[in-house]
């Protein structure tokens, strides 16, 4: 298994070295740059740095959208794209109150989208790197066989029962962001992008026994490990033994890594988390067995409503408002 392991990080190696001759791309856009879990899509944004919500114009509540799909431009209903949101966000299986959630959140978070006017030629586009995922009825039938009309109307059941739901923060629709789990706190939006008021750092419920795949590891010989910090931080001085490789590290409030030191290098845990294809930036590092060994803990960002822990909440009784205003504290549900 080690040596499967060690070829995992052989090939993260050269991957992080090809920024050395080709042009990087942006530290933001590569925030969930991590494979998925099974069954369970998480939400990648890239706010630009000169657009919030108080600068943005008033998103139209258009009954029809343009949504870019690859390179085919489709005309669709605001609510027949949210169907399609959901079914790409959320397993279909979640209790009712959470997809219910998981559809207000996706519709403010469009209508913010729209708002902003990130796309010249369409409103939204079907990119889960850009704005969200998005999957068409026949691609969702496709892969749901037999089960298709059950999960279907299921999913239209819950963006039918909010339709015109939307988060509003001081009048405004809200950058309504979701993750897939977090190791018992949310992540506040400032350590990762710009700090909103209604993005902070809230307990969340789920834990290793709710979640698939809650703690993931990675293990790397030295000399990846070592190359990879140095393909992004050239300074970082590895001359003495690995051991002495690590220093100290910061916690930020949602229990993540703020800055693991290494090589004499404060390097922030996002860039790690990017660096290393970490799931999250909750891990702890160490050095067992002449290995560096990356425990990590959630999937995703970590900012706003987590989907599983949402689950939990709804399988423990909870409404879709509750599990709203809980992960989203200081908004308001308007019409």
Same mark, same amino acid.
């Given at each position: 298994?080690?040596?499967?392991?060690?070829?995992?990080?052989?090939?993260?190696?050269?991957?992080?070295?090809?920024?050395? =001759?080709?042009?990087?791309?942006?530290?933001?856009?590569?925030?969930?740059?991590?494979?998925?879990?099974?069954?369970?899509?998480?939400?990648?944004?890239?706010?630009?740095?000169?657009?919030?919500?108080?600068?943005?114009?008033?998103?139209?509540?258009?009954?029809?959208?343009?949504?870019?799909?690859?390179?085919?431009?489709?005309?669709?209903?605001?609510?027949?794209?949210?169907?399609?949101?959901?079914?790409?966000? %959320?397993?279909?299986?979640?209790?009712?109150?959470?997809?219910?959630?998981?559809?207000?959140?996706?519709?403010?978070?469009?209508?913010?989208?729209?708002?902003?006017?990130?796309?010249?030629?369409?409103?939204?586009?079907?990119?889960?790197?850009?704005?969200?995922?998005?999957?068409?009825?026949?691609?969702?039938?496709?892969?749901?066989?037999?089960?298709?009309?059950?999960?279907?109307?299921?999913?239209?059941?819950?963006?039918?029962?909010?339709?015109?739901?939307?988060?509003?923060?001081?009048?405004?629709?809200?950058?309504?962001?979701?993750?897939?789990?977090?190791?018992?706190?949310?992540?506040?939006?400032?350590? =990762?992008?710009?700090?909103?008021?209604?993005?902070?750092?809230?307990?969340?419920?789920?834990?290793?026994?709710?979640?698939?795949?809650?703690?993931?590891?990675?293990?790397?010989?030295?000399?990846?490990?070592?190359?990879?910090?140095?393909?992004?931080?050239?300074?970082?001085?590895?001359?003495?033994?690995?051991?002495?490789? =690590?220093?100290?590290?910061?916690?930020?409030?949602?229990?993540?890594?703020?800055?693991?030191?290494?090589?004499?290098?404060?390097?922030?845990?996002?860039?790690?988390?990017?660096?290393?294809?970490?799931?999250?930036?909750?891990?702890?590092?160490?050095?067992?067995?002449?290995?560096?060994?990356?425990?990590?803990?959630?999937?995703?960002?970590?900012?706003?409503?987590?989907?599983?822990?949402? %689950?939990?909440?709804?399988?423990?009784?909870?409404?879709?408002?509750? =599990?709203?205003?809980?992960?989203?504290?200081?908004?308001?549900?308007?019409?």
């Amino acid at each position: 298994m080690k040596k499967n392991l060690l070829m995992v990080c052989s090939a993260l190696l050269l991957l992080y070295l090809l920024p050395l =001759i080709l042009p990087r791309e942006s530290t933001a856009r590569a925030e969930e740059a991590a494979p998925p879990l099974p069954t369970l899509h998480s939400l990648s944004f890239s706010p630009a740095v000169s657009s919030s919500p108080e600068e943005s114009a008033d998103p139209p509540q258009a009954q029809s959208i343009h949504l870019l799909s690859g390179d085919e431009l489709l005309e669709l209903t605001l609510e027949d794209y949210l169907v399609g949101v959901v079914a790409a966000e %959320m397993p279909a299986s979640f209790p009712e109150e959470a997809l219910k959630a998981q559809a207000v959140a996706a519709r403010s978070y469009a209508l913010w989208q729209i708002g902003s006017g990130k796309h010249p030629e369409a409103d939204l586009c079907a990119d889960p790197g850009c704005c969200q995922a998005w999957r068409s009825e026949a691609s969702l039938r496709e892969s749901w066989g037999e089960d298709a009309d059950e999960k279907l109307a299921r999913i239209r059941a819950a963006v039918e029962a909010t339709a015109g739901e939307t988060l509003s923060y001081e009048g405004e629709p809200v950058l309504a962001v979701f993750h897939s789990s977090s190791p018992g706190r949310t992540e506040e939006s400032g350590q =990762i992008w710009n700090a909103l008021p209604y993005l902070v750092s809230v307990s969340s419920p789920e834990t290793a026994q709710d979640v698939p795949g809650f703690v993931s590891e990675l293990l790397c010989a030295p000399l990846d490990f070592r190359d990879v910090i140095l393909s992004a931080y050239p300074q970082a001085d590895f001359s003495g033994p690995e051991e002495t490789w =690590i220093g100290p590290f910061e916690q930020d409030a949602g229990g993540r890594v703020a800055y693991q030191e290494l090589g004499g290098v404060a390097i922030p845990g996002k860039e790690l988390r990017a660096l290393f294809s970490l799931r999250s930036t909750a891990f702890s590092l160490t050095y067992e067995e002449g290995l560096f060994l990356f425990t990590v803990t959630g999937f995703g960002h970590g900012v706003g409503m987590s989907q599983y822990g949402a %689950m939990v909440m709804a399988r423990d009784g909870a409404d879709y408002r509750e =599990i709203l205003s809980h992960y989203y504290p200081g908004t308001e549900l308007i019409e």
